[in-house]
């Protein structure tokens, strides 16, 4: 009979660390700093009118938390609990599997300062982050363990990937390919490339749909800001060279 040394880490201790972490980060980061960006997404929470200069997900899910708390802190505690808990769900799936040292890694990764001051700052970017961390990691506790994922767990995974890819108006290129490389089926690499391409199309088609139906964003004029910008460069260009 195998006796395991009294010093390798368990899904416990793991989950001990990940909640101490992610309580550290709270207190760190409290109440929570809001960048541009944010603060104009934060406006259309107080005024109810929302538009698609950035993506309204964000600011329809900080209207459904505003009663927790005021400003920044309820999307704070959103994306630090996800990007923690996504991380901790991962170390102690490794954990489990015997990979000590891997799980440690994992959540040594999540504390150095490129990632988490960047997550201790309310942006959609960060709630991208903390988001598809959670998935992956609801996923990965099951999957790594070459267990299918519950039935009931395909809300929150669902729920989780759909903000990711609402959150940021580029987050498709990222979601979707994550989304296909995890899926079981199909297995061939081409097929699976032919498949990302054909949902990344559809997810850019639907999108518009869902911000401007579903979230009542009002149009913005932001899908024309580029083109303005180059004629406007041009322009400027033109006139100083004469």
Not at 44 to 61: E, K, N, T
Not at 67 to 92: D, E, H, K, R
Not at 109 to 120: D, E, K, R
Not at 179 to 198: E, F, S
Request: hydrophobic share 55%; charged share 10%; glycine share 8%.
């Amino acid at each position: 009979m195998s006796i395991e040394p009294a010093t390798r880490l368990t899904q416990r201790h793991i989950a001990i660390a990940a909640t101490a972490l992610c309580i550290t980060s709270l207190a760190l980061f409290w109440p929570g700093t809001a960048m541009y960006d944010t603060v104009a997404q934060y406006r259309q929470v107080l005024s109810g009118v929302y538009d698609d200069w950035h993506p309204p997900a964000m600011a329809r899910v900080w209207a459904l938390l505003a009663s927790f708390g005021p400003g920044a802190t309820p999307m704070l505690v959103l994306q630090l609990v996800t990007y923690w808990l996504g991380l901790g769900l991962i170390a102690a799936t490794l954990a489990r599997a015997g990979r000590s040292r891997s799980a440690v890694a994992i959540l040594a990764i999540g504390v150095l300062p490129p990632f988490l001051g960047w997550q201790g700052v309310v942006l959609k970017d960060a709630q991208l982050v903390g988001a598809l961390l959670a998935a992956v990691g609801i996923i990965g506790w099951w999957r790594l363990a070459r267990r299918p994922l519950p039935g009931a767990m395909w809300i929150p995974v669902a729920l989780l990937l759909a903000y990711a890819v609402l959150v940021r108006a580029n987050a498709v290129f990222i979601v979707v390919p994550l989304l296909v490389t995890l899926a079981p089926r199909p297995k061939h690499l081409l097929a699976k490339l032919v498949v990302g391409l054909i949902a990344v199309v559809i997810v850019l088609g639907v999108a518009p749909v869902v911000n401007h139906k579903m979230l009542r964003a009002q149009h913005s004029g932001v899908e024309s800001t580029q083109a303005l910008y180059d004629i406007a460069g041009i322009a400027a260009r033109a006139h100083s060279s004469d």
